[in-house]
């Protein structure tokens, strides 16, 4: 039994039991990696696929009772293997974080800037995706750190997240618009104009419908955008208000737009810090973390991931 025999049936399952993507994506030969399978199931005395003919369908019982073995036995070896890189270097290394457009455009910036700073050796990567695509990348161990609103909240025990900050939905409109002048605005006042927002599943959208749904009310969302700045944009062109999450406006760089508090309109939203419970973390991991969040130390987040 070896290691790449482990990475072949895990990249097969990831792959859609497509053995020849698996094979591509770990740069060996489709018959090569047909051979680490029979001689892995030969030595483990049972079949780990069905197949009819040379095809792959999926994983029979056995199989996928394995699978969670080895995602564990290759997880342990990957940490292994940052162990030993953090004893050799400690302030030098590769931080991945996976987020949303939103978090990466509005509220990271100084906290990527301060650890920078202090780690200016660290090679800091910032995938910007969609909440699903953040799970994904953290369930992989592509990532260390994964900080999203919507999705990792879904994992159970797979995750451990921690708040990062609270923040509202605002309304933002141009200059001069009529809303401007209304005090005790309401949705019904915002259910009258054509709305531009978030994407289902972006930056809290499930509970901006929540908030209309709750009192009545049909929104007429008009147009969709995976970020503010888009959104902004369209709401200078005329093409309806904006709903946007409330730190994603800055009234310097946004001159000729106006922010209308939304936090009596729409429930209080939370991103979280999500790590992946077995990930091995650098020692600057952890200070990322803490620039987060000051109630966040190496000891109270060892202890949440079951490591202390």
Same mark, same amino acid.
């Given at each position: 039994?070896?290691?790449?025999?482990?990475?072949?049936?895990?990249?097969?399952?990831?792959?859609?039991?497509?053995?020849?993507?698996?094979?591509?994506?770990?740069?060996?030969?489709?018959?090569?990696?047909?051979?680490?399978?029979?001689?892995?199931?030969?030595?483990?005395?049972?079949?780990?696929?069905?197949?009819?003919?040379?095809?792959?369908?999926?994983?029979?019982?056995?199989?996928?009772?394995?699978?969670?073995?080895?995602?564990?036995?290759?997880?342990?070896?990957?940490?292994?293997?940052?162990?030993?890189?953090?004893?050799?270097?400690?302030?030098?290394?590769?931080?991945?974080?996976?987020?949303?457009?939103?978090?990466?455009?509005?509220?990271?910036?100084?906290?990527?800037?301060?650890?920078?700073?202090?780690?200016?050796?660290?090679?800091?990567?910032?995938?910007?995706?969609?909440?699903?695509?953040? /799970?994904? &990348?953290?369930?992989?161990?592509? %990532?260390?750190?994964?900080? =999203?609103?919507?999705?990792?909240? @879904?994992? #159970?025990?797979?995750?451990?997240?921690?708040?990062?900050?609270?923040?509202?939905?605002?309304?933002?409109?141009?200059?001069?618009?009529?809303?401007?002048?209304?005090?005790?605005?309401?949705?019904?006042?915002?259910?009258?104009?054509?709305?531009?927002?978030?994407?289902?599943?972006?930056?809290?959208?499930?509970?901006?419908?929540?908030?209309?749904?709750?009192?009545?009310?049909?929104?007429?969302?008009?147009?969709?955008?995976?970020?503010?700045?888009?959104?902004?944009?369209? /709401?200078? &062109?005329?093409?309806?208000?904006? %709903?946007?999450?409330?730190? =994603?406006?800055?009234?310097?760089? @946004?001159? #000729?737009?106006?922010?209308?508090?939304?936090?009596?309109?729409?429930?209080?939203?939370?991103?979280?810090?999500?790590?992946?419970?077995?990930?091995?973390?650098?020692?600057?991991?952890?200070?990322?973390?803490?620039?987060?969040?000051?109630?966040?130390?190496?000891?109270?987040?060892?202890?949440?991931?079951?490591?202390?």
């Amino acid at each position: 039994m070896n290691l790449q025999q482990l990475r072949i049936v895990r990249e097969t399952v990831r792959q859609r039991f497509n053995l020849t993507e698996a094979s591509n994506a770990l740069f060996t030969s489709q018959s090569g990696a047909s051979k680490h399978i029979r001689d892995l199931e030969d030595e483990l005395g049972v079949e780990l696929f069905e197949r009819r003919g040379k095809r792959i369908l999926g994983l029979t019982t056995a199989g996928g009772t394995l699978l969670d073995i080895i995602e564990r036995i290759l997880l342990d070896a990957e940490n292994l293997k940052r162990s030993a890189q953090q004893l050799a270097n400690q302030d030098q290394g590769r931080l991945a974080i996976a987020t949303t457009h939103t978090q990466a455009r509005y509220a990271l910036p100084p906290v990527v800037a301060s650890f920078k700073e202090r780690f200016p050796k660290v090679s800091l990567e910032l995938h910007q995706c969609s909440p699903s695509e953040i /799970v994904s &990348l953290l369930k992989s161990g592509s %990532v260390d750190i994964g900080i =999203a609103t919507e999705g990792v909240n @879904d994992e #159970g025990s797979s995750f451990v997240r921690f708040p990062f900050h609270h923040w509202h939905h605002s309304i933002v409109i141009p200059e001069g618009h009529p809303l401007a002048q209304v005090d005790d605005l309401r949705l019904e006042d915002i259910a009258d104009y054509p709305i531009v927002t978030y994407h289902e599943g972006f930056t809290g959208r499930t509970r901006i419908d929540q908030a209309f749904q709750a009192a009545g009310l049909v929104p007429n969302v008009v147009l969709t955008a995976l970020d503010a700045d888009v959104i902004k944009t369209y /709401v200078e &062109l005329g093409l309806g208000i904006g %709903v946007i999450a409330s730190l =994603a406006y800055n009234a310097e760089r @946004d001159r #000729g737009l106006t922010l209308l508090p939304g936090d009596t309109l729409f429930p209080r939203n939370t991103t979280y810090l999500a790590l992946r419970r077995g990930h091995f973390l650098h020692a600057f991991v952890y200070e990322f973390l803490h620039l987060c969040s000051d109630a966040l130390d190496e000891a109270t987040i060892q202890r949440a991931l079951g490591t202390r």
